[in-house]
């Protein structure tokens, strides 16, 4: 940002690296604005390609993306080279065209799922070919009928995702301390070039089972071969039927539920979204300071507290407190709106730490919301509910990056902090609607 923008003369200190790092905000919304929305219709299109031809072709197209876009960070992020900041326009729309990272840990599921078994209840979901998380919590649900079983399964699931996270971070920090952050990235890229040669070589491209089973000869399944045109109707149509699972008639209050179950669920991941992509950028700020080694130690130490909160909240709330999984939604929803509060007023960095011990129940709210809404639908339509989840997530990056980051660069000159106020309230919001579900559904005997 220094090499492209030139500071006014009047700017010193604290002043001055709030106008830079209001450009690394709205750098990083110009890219959301490009990216998302290209990278979500393109992944319903590849989802539909790859209903129909395998799985193969749309996983090294996303290893590709990936491989792009770093390149492109790369390049513009080398003093030696000082790649035009606009060329990030290009970058966002390739790697959209390309299916963006999400497209990638999509196919990963998707072929694992051919490989051992499509269950019948997630083939919408596979079909419109969203995200990792909510392929594997569709898989738990058709495989644990006991819900109570089924929220223990889904919470275990989180806490390795932690596990990954954690060991990620912990290498990340581990290098940029011996040798300079520009050749980590140069690691990175021939570790994922090194990937997308081993996939393109041992990945056999085996068509979905459900495709196969269609088909009663050789000839007739090679005859079934739709154009373009036809597997992105088909791709869209199969979401608008996933949609018509909130409109159909349900038993007591659940379809009120599902509708507020979704309301709080897009409140809390639009603030957690602004919460893990604004932190790095917010403590760059005094008086806290942070560099890229500082923001590492951080990034290692959160999911190890989310692991320790997730087992907490499976023994002690769970087992112990026997507390039902509304209640500890509202508990998970209700601690990222005090940790927005805490990092909105910080002043020292123990405070942004600090911030981590309430974070730490908010790895409960994912698992436990499927679990929830498993209770409010028909198992065939589990798939379906659990796609449109995904699709709403990824509204509410498109919604904070047009709302949240644009508060923050209008108010950070005045209160920095502000945003995160205004994020603790977004929390405090989604806690009191599952408050009031959760009041409701322990009356009705709805859920676990």
């Not at 006014?8 to 790092?21: E, Q, R, T």
């Not at 023994?315 to 939604?329: C, Q, S």
């Amino acid at each position: 940002m220094k090499r492209t923008y030139s500071a006014p003369p009047s700017l010193h200190g604290k002043d001055l690296d709030k106008f830079y790092n209001k450009k690394m905000v709205i750098w990083d919304q110009n890219y959301s604005y490009v990216n998302l929305p290209i990278a979500c219709i393109f992944g319903i299109i590849y989802g539909g390609y790859s209903d129909h031809y395998g799985r193969k072709m749309p996983l090294l197209i996303g290893m590709l993306s990936v491989l792009i876009d770093n390149a492109f960070y790369m390049l513009v992020w080398s003093e030696s080279i000082n790649l035009d900041l606009k060329w990030l326009y290009v970058s966002a729309t390739i790697s959209g065209l390309l299916g963006d990272f999400m497209l990638l840990m999509s196919c990963v599921n998707a072929y694992l799922s051919d490989q051992f078994g499509n269950k019948p209840t997630i083939s919408g979901l596979l079909g419109d070919f969203m995200l990792l998380m909510s392929c594997v919590n569709a898989y738990l649900s058709d495989q644990f009928g006991n819900k109570r079983e089924l929220s223990f399964r889904m919470v275990i699931v989180s806490s390795i995702f932690s596990a990954g996270s954690f060991l990620g971070s912990l290498l990340t920090n581990f290098l940029i301390n011996i040798m300079a952050h520009l050749t980590v990235m140069i690691l990175v890229q021939i570790s994922i070039f090194i990937c997308f040669i081993i996939s393109w070589i041992i990945l056999e491209n085996i068509k979905p089972e459900r495709l196969i089973d269609e088909s009663t000869t050789d000839e007739i399944e090679e005859e079934y071969k739709p154009s373009a045109v036809t597997i992105v109707i088909e791709s869209f149509k199969s979401i608008v039927d996933s949609i018509k699972v909130f409109i159909r008639n349900r038993d007591g209050h659940r379809r009120a539920f599902l509708y507020l179950s979704f309301m709080a669920n897009f409140l809390d991941q639009l603030v957690f979204g602004e919460e893990k992509s604004l932190i790095g950028t917010y403590t760059r700020l005094s008086p806290f300071n942070w560099d890229t080694p500082q923001y590492a130690t951080y990034k290692t130490i959160r999911p190890i507290g989310s692991i320790l909160g997730m087992l907490f909240g499976l023994v002690a709330l769970k087992r112990f407190l026997n507390l039902r999984d509304t209640t500890i939604i509202t508990m998970s929803i209700s601690s990222m709106g005090i940790c927005c509060l805490i990092i909105g007023l910080a002043v020292t960095s123990w405070q942004i730490y600090v911030s981590l011990i309430p974070d730490s129940l908010h790895g409960l709210l994912n698992p436990l919301t499927y679990t929830f809404i498993t209770c409010l639908v028909e198992p065939n339509e589990i798939g379906k509910t659990f796609a449109v989840s995904t699709i709403a997530q990824k509204l509410a990056g498109i919604v904070q990056t047009a709302v949240l980051q644009t508060i923050y660069t209008k108010t950070v000159d005045w209160y920095q902090g502000f945003v995160w106020l205004v994020m603790a309230g977004l929390s405090g919001i989604g806690a009191i609607i599952y408050l009031i579900v959760c009041i409701i559904a322990r009356r009705d005997n709805i859920g676990t």
